[in-house]
Nanobody, 125 residues
């Protein structure tokens, strides 16, 4: 049974950092395109960062230079290191996955098959 379980969210002051984790089970993450998404109140869900099977990464413009996506193949876990957090980063953060459709390069955010239930990030000013 495929499962994605996020953790690491919480309340943080602006300028602070958080590290989100997404533990995957039921499949091996290496050949997958893995992504982090977020949804703020009254906003649509948006892609934040993704990582392809070759390790290529993609970031939303709003988080470039502040967020880093990574994975630990041995632990079958995806991470999102978030630094210099802003109130606009507040939202529910979701982990998602789909089989990678290309060997190299960024894999974007579309067509995710599997989703976690999310972890809430709240940034206060």
């Amino acid at each position: 049974q495929v499962q994605l379980v996020e953790s690491g969210g919480g309340p943080v002051q602006a300028g602070g950092s958080l590290r989100l984790s997404c533990a995957a089970s039921g499949f091996a993450i290496r050949p997958y395109c893995m992504g982090w998404f977020r949804q703020a109140p009254r906003n649509e869900r948006e892609g934040v960062a993704s990582i392809n099977r070759d390790g290529s990464t993609t970031y939303a413009d709003s988080v470039k230079g502040r967020f880093t996506i990574s994975r630990d193949i041995a632990k079958n876990t995806l991470y999102l290191q978030m630094n210099s957090l802003k109130p606009d980063d507040t939202g529910m953060y979701y982990c998602a996955a789909r089989p990678a459709d290309k060997w190299m390069g960024g894999c974007g955010y579309s067509g995710m098959n599997y989703w976690g239930k999310g972890t809430l990030v709240t940034i206060s000013s």
